[in-house]
């Protein structure tokens, strides 16, 4: 009978605990979101430290990548993390960067155990951050929210592993399935609930890409217009093989204040590139393919861009770009914004010359959220 209530004891406990780390790696998870767009090419982890059921520090990576979610999360917690629990969404570095690993601080805080959601495929770390723990006498549990931690950090694995950016296509159609009318004359499409979330969306994004045929029709500006959130504007990009963007185009004027990188082909003038350059704009240079007509090397402007430290890419603009981005499978997620008015029959198709559901019924994405914004939906694929 003593045995069984003991028994019935530890379950009780056991249960607690795991309900407590899921509360608190759940915390972790919403403090590292935190950073999301700002602390690239750094992962945006988040880190909290608790001690005796009580969190006496948090932290998440800081812009720039600089310092890391738990050294931030260390500090917080001043003279109270001996003997106290660490949660993290990313297993601690544990090689010498612009700052000390994060496995050495752990231990010299005196923390006795982690729990980690997942290893960094980072080659520099790969295991070692967790290994060195270990081998210090610290208890590591690794796996608790690896599913949401690895959505997190998709541009990170992404780069680490593809050399590339994690790749966000968003659409806005018409209930029709229409991005402009006829002549690619733009049209209202959302409400000021979804233009908000996709403000929000660049926000957390690194970088945003659009071709030269949207900055020609559109003259956009492509910043994070939320009230107190312009700093949080991500690095603008334009694809353009002929270097054609105007110089007294709004991303042009304001690339002294948002990075503008300008991706064009080996073959562009170097006056006008020069011309960019003067303005505060980047230019960037690239494989073109061998079509007189056709564009960028698209695998060759993900490189670069990874090359930059871009984790997470959101492509916005037009159909021809989006299009090439769906025929080459290097949509990893994709934000489709529906609004309820029709355009017509000579409306300019979401996706040029492909079906939109080349993406919506495609095998290679599934289903992961969907809600409604005032009037419109929004509906989010990612890839399966």
């Known amino acids: 009978m003593i045995f069984r209530i003991l028994e019935d004891?530890?379950?009780?406990?056991s249960r607690a605990l795991k309900a407590a780390?899921?509360?608190?790696m759940a915390l972790a998870l919403a403090l590292g979101r935190r950073g999301q767009g700002r602390t690239w090419p750094n992962p945006a982890v988040g880190a909290v430290v608790v001690r005796n059921g009580v969190i006496v520090g948090r932290g998440w990576t800081q812009p720039g990548g600089r310092p890391h979610a738990e050294a931030e999360a260390l500090a917080r917690a001043q003279d109270a993390t001996q003997g106290a629990t660490l949660y993290v969404t990313l297993e601690?570095?544990?090689h010498h960067g612009k700052s000390p690993p994060c496995a050495d601080a752990v231990i010299a805080a005196g923390i006795s155990r982690v729990v980690s959601a997942i290893d960094d495929p980072n080659?520099?770390?790969a295991g070692q951050g967790h290994a060195r723990l270990r081998a210090a006498g610290i208890v590591v549990d690794v796996g608790l929210g690896a599913r949401e931690a690895a959505h997190d950090h998709a541009g990170h694995f992404r780069r680490m592993r593809d050399k590339r950016p994690h790749v966000i296509l968003k659409l806005a159609v018409s209930a029709?399935?229409?991005?402009?009318?006829?002549?690619r004359k733009p049209v209202a499409i959302s409400g000021e609930a979804a233009r908000a979330r996709v403000?929000?969306?660049?926000?957390q994004c690194d970088a945003i890409l659009v071709g030269i045929g949207t900055v020609l029709v559109d003259d956009p500006l492509l910043t994070c217009r939320l009230p107190g959130m312009a700093a949080q504007s991500p690095a603008r990009v334009v694809l353009d093989r002929s270097l054609r963007i105007p110089g007294n185009s709004r991303l042009v004027h304001s690339a002294r204040e948002t990075p503008l990188w300008v991706m064009t082909s080996n073959l562009a003038e170097a006056p006008a590139a020069m011309k960019l350059g003067a303005a505060g704009a980047q230019v960037i240079r690239?494989?073109?393919?061998?079509?007189?007509?056709?564009g960028l090397d698209l695998a060759a402007v993900l490189h670069a861009l990874s090359e930059k430290g871009v984790t997470r890419l959101l492509v916005e603009g037009g159909s021809r770009v989006a299009s090439s981005f769906a025929a080459a499978g290097l949509v990893d997620e994709m934000w489709l914004l529906?609004?309820?008015e029709a355009i017509g029959a000579d409306g300019v198709p979401a996706l040029d010359a492909l079906p939109l559901s080349a993406i919506t019924q495609s095998p290679g994405l599934k289903l992961h959220a969907s809600e409604m914004l005032g009037r419109d939906s929004l509906t989010i694929y990612e890839r399966a």
Do not use: W
């Open 92 to 94: 601690p570095c544990a």
């Open 176 to 183: 029709d399935g229409k991005i402009a009318a006829a002549g």
């Open 199 to 203: 403000h929000l969306l660049r926000a």
């Open 21 to 24: 780390d899921r509360r608190f």
């Open 286 to 294: 690239v494989t073109a393919t061998s079509a007189p007509s056709a």
């Open 338 to 340: 529906r609004g309820v």
């Open 123 to 125: 080659p520099e770390v």
């Open 9 to 13: 004891q530890y379950a009780e406990k």
